[in-house]
C-alpha cells in the first residue's frame, strides 16, 4: 500500500468551501485510492487541509497524481488564493495498513521529520524496537510513514483523546527511557508538527472528508 497526504493551503474564511471541494474531488468516479482520513489544523500552522489516501499500487497512486497535475481545478480550487501540495509515502514495513482513524479520539497531530542523507534505515530500525516497549503510547499511532519523493523524511499521524493525554504519556515515556526510540532523534535535522482537533463526531474541525464520504 502506498500513501499520499495531500495539504490544502487557503484563508481561513474558505476552509468550508476548499474542504467541500477536495471532498468532491476525491469522491469523483474517476479519482483512485482510497480516502483514510482528513484534518483541519488548529495549532501549529494553521488553515491547512490535510487529506491521506491509500493506494494499492504504484500505477493507482501515479494515475490520480496525473490527474491533479493536469487539472485546471485540482482537488477542486477554485481560487488562486489556494495551494496544495502531494506527497507520496510507503509505510514503515512492521506496521499494519492504516486504516480510516475513526476510534483515536479528538486530538491528531500530524509529525514530519527531515532527515540526515542516510537516515531512514536506522530510524526505522529505531522505531521497530521502541514499539513494544512504549506500547501504551505507541497504541496511539496510526501511522508512520517514509517519503518517496522529495528530502528524505518521515511523516506520523497519532491520536489522542485530550492534549493532557498526549502529554502524560510523552513525559511518562520520557522518564523511563522509553520514548523517544534510541537511535531515531539523532538522524532528525528539522521538525513540525500540527493538531488538528475532532468535533461533532467527526474526524476534522467542523466536517471530515473521511466520515461525509
Known amino acids: 500500500m502506498l500513501y499520499e497526504l495531500a495539504t490544502l493551503s487557503c484563508p481561513l474564511v474558505k476552509q468550508d468551501a476548499v474542504s467541500n471541494c477536495a471532498h468532491r474531488w476525491v469522491s469523483d468516479a474517476d479519482a483512485a485510492g482510497r480516502l483514510l482520513g482528513a484534518w483541519r489544523t488548529e495549532i501549529g500552522e494553521l488553515s491547512r487541509i490535510v487529506v491521506m489516501r491509500g493506494f494499492k499500487t504504484m500505477d493507482e497512486l501515479q494515475h490520480d497524481r496525473n490527474r491533479a497535475l493536469t487539472s485546471e481545478q485540482p482537488f477542486g480550487i477554485e481560487s488562486a488564493c489556494v495551494q496544495f501540495t502531494m506527497e ?34 536506522p530510524t526505522i530500525t529505531a522505531w521497530e524496537r521502541a514499539l513494544g516497549p512504549a506500547e501504551a503510547y505507541t497504541s496511539h499511532l496510526i501511522g508512520n510513514m517514509y517519503a518517496l519523493d522529495g528530502p528524505p523524511r518521515i511523516a506520523h499521524i497519532w491520536g489522542f483523546s485530550s492534549l493532557e493525554e498526549r502529554m502524560t504519556l510523552r513525559r511518562q515515556h ?40
Not at 509505510?91 to 482513524?101: G, N, T, W, Y
Not at 532528525?188 to 473521511?210: D, E, F, H, P
Open 88 to 121: 507520496t509515502y510507503a509505510l514503515f514495513p512492521f506496521l499494519p495498513d492504516i486504516e480510516p482513524p475513526a476510534t483515536f479520539g479528538s486530538f491528531y497531530e500530524i509529525r514530519r521529520y527531515w532527515l540526515k542523507a542516510g537516515g531512514v534505515a
Open 174 to 213: 520520557y522518564a523511563e527511557g522509553l520514548w523517544p526510540p534510541k537511535g531515531g532523534p539523532e538522524q532528525i535535522t528539522n521538525a513540525t508538527s500540527a493538531i488538528a482537533c475532532r468535533r461533532c463526531g467527526r474526524l476534522c474541525v467542523k466536517c471530515s472528508l473521511a466520515q461525509r464520504s
